[in-house]
């Protein structure tokens, strides 16, 4: 039982990718929503996008009165916090943009109401000037999209950022069913984009190289690592591969060619020339299949996916 005081109602501020996905995420798991956006036409398109997201949310398991009539929308800002416990904000990634709202928001929500940002990149310790009364209620909680089906949030904090608000946010994101990590140190790009461009750095340099086709280093990662590390990650597995031996093992026989091997990793420089290679190499391995068709293929085996991990847990 949490020792937080609880968090019934959430502000969605942009309801564009991502805020859309929070909101059918948040009314999924039974809280009410109040959800603001300022581009036309933004409540028909966020309600298209709930009721499309529904059936996968129903499938992974509703909490008990969840409702998509427990969303509101208001193209207002002052409406749409008004006695909200948590405000995710989800407004375009510009720091200037961020700032302004930050200032906003600091003036109409009491102190102890989170501010907390989706933001991909954008530093806290930066976006929190915007929030001079009260910074220490801001933090970034940055989702992996589509938020409704990703678990992971990475939580991180500014230097203005209180202890009391990274573990409130971390609780909340955790008793909603998300699985957090607490970032300790700010970093471009938190970690977990930061791991995959690692990856898409020697990707690119693979194929651009013509070592690869983009289907065979695609298959190299579905039908090699990549299926492992839905179910366990970097470290637990170089555990594993140690054997009986463990990780001490591990590092005893690898550190070596890693070392080796690090030193001939590639580094693209993503010139047209090397882009319309990149390009015209995926556009071979997707062939006739449309973007809803891959889209759809994906969403199948990520629930499922979700549903064996959900039954193992
Ligand atoms: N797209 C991703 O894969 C992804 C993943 C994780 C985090 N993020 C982060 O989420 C945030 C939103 O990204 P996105 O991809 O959803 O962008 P988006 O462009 O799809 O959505 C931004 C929304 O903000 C709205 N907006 C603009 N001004 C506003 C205002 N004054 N009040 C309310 N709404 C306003 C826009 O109309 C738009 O609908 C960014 O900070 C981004 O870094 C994005």
Not at 23 to 31: M, R
Not at 120 to 137: D, F
Not at 180 to 189: A, L, S, Y
Not at 230 to 241: C, P
């Amino acid at each position: 039982m949490s020792h937080f005081k609880p968090i019934r109602q959430v502000a969605v501020i942009g309801t564009g990718v991502i805020g859309a996905s929070w909101a059918a995420f948040y009314l999924a798991k039974g809280l009410d929503v109040i959800a603001t956006d300022v581009a036309p036409d933004a409540e028909a398109a966020l309600k298209k996008y709930i009721d499309n997201a529904w059936p996968a949310l129903e499938s992974l398991g509703l909490t008990p009165g969840a409702s998509q009539m427990r969303l509101y929308f208001t193209t207002d800002l002052p409406e749409a916090v008004k006695g909200v416990d948590l405000v995710q904000e989800n407004g375009p990634e510009r720091l200037d943009f961020k700032q302004k709202l930050y200032g906003q928001l600091d003036a109409l929500l009491p102190p102890e109401v989170i501010i907390a940002s989706s933001s991909s990149g954008l530093p806290m310790s930066q976006i929190q000037l915007g929030a001079p009364s009260h910074p220490e209620r801001c933090v970034i909680g940055h989702p992996f999209n589509p938020p409704h089906l990703m678990p992971l949030v990475e939580v991180v904090g500014g230097e203005k950022t209180s202890e009391h608000t990274i573990l409130r946010a971390m609780d909340f994101y955790a008793s909603l069913g998300k699985e957090t990590v607490r970032i300790n140190k700010e970093m471009p790009g938190h970690v977990a984009n930061r791991l995959q461009a690692a990856l898409a750095r020697e990707v690119y340099y693979l194929v651009s190289e013509g070592i690869l086709s983009a289907g065979d280093v695609d298959k190299a990662l579905t039908a090699g690592p990549g299926l492992r590390w839905g179910i366990m990650g970097n470290m637990m597995l170089n555990h594993l591969g140690g054997g009986p031996g463990g990780i001490e093992h591990f590092l005893q026989q690898f550190a070596g060619p890693l070392k080796t091997s690090w030193g001939s990793l590639g580094s693209p420089e993503l010139t047209p020339e090397v882009q319309k290679k990149l390009i015209d190499s995926v556009h071979e391995e997707v062939g006739s299949r449309s973007i809803e068709e891959l889209a759809a293929e994906r969403d199948e085996l990520l629930i499922g996916l979700l549903k064996l991990r959900a039954n193992l847990a």
